[in-house]
């Protein structure tokens, strides 16, 4: 893109990176911001100023967003979501990319009856074609933080790399919905 995505104007108004927030804060879950980039933080904390906790999830500091920002090195989703299990063990988490500017509400719900269906499985975004990793719901479970230790020990930093001997389940979603946009044209 030449720039930073997060911050490219959505077309429903504010950037990419609050349009995600926003949807995500309709799950009436916690949400946590992992970034490095303070911009991605200072927006952050001001939209979550404005969001109001669900009355299933209460929020510490009355806000259901967290905005943490990561430490180097800078090397990945993968490294990311270690930091995240560390940060949030035994929970389910549901990692979402912000360069997905069209990831429609009903996707997102698609991949969570696709846990309840299926506990034992990682469910994990397919567009038709291929794997989405970075949309999917992976358990912060002791074994699963132990797995995701060891490949990040040894230097793993690929997502696909680490998922490889896991019990995976494609989710099949509108390819649409969660189109990964890496060019402007695209």
Request: hydrophobic residues 40%.
């Amino acid at each position: 893109m030449g720039r930073d995505k997060a911050l490219l104007p959505h077309p429903e108004g504010g950037t990419w990176l609050e349009r995600t927030l926003r949807l995500l804060a309709d799950l009436h879950s916690p949400i946590t911001l992992l970034s490095r980039h303070p911009q991605h933080l200072v927006l952050a904390e001001r939209l979550g100023k404005e969001l109001r906790p669900s009355e299933e999830q209460p929020q510490v500091g009355n806000s259901p967003l967290t905005a943490l920002a990561e430490p180097p090195p800078w090397e990945g989703p993968l490294l990311a979501l270690h930091r995240l299990m560390q940060h949030h063990p035994e929970q389910r988490l549901l990692l979402c990319p912000v360069d997905m500017p069209d990831l429609t509400l009903a996707a997102l719900h698609t991949l969570l009856a696709a846990a309840a269906a299926s506990p034992g499985r990682l469910p994990l975004a397919h567009d038709g074609t291929r794997l989405q990793p970075l949309l999917g719901l992976y358990p912060s479970s002791a074994p699963i933080r132990a797995h995701l230790a060891a490949a990040v020990q040894r230097g793993e930093r690929r997502l696909q790399g680490w998922l490889a001997d896991l019990p995976c389940q494609a989710v099949p979603l509108d390819p649409r919905a969660i189109r990964n946009q890496n060019h402007p044209s695209s």
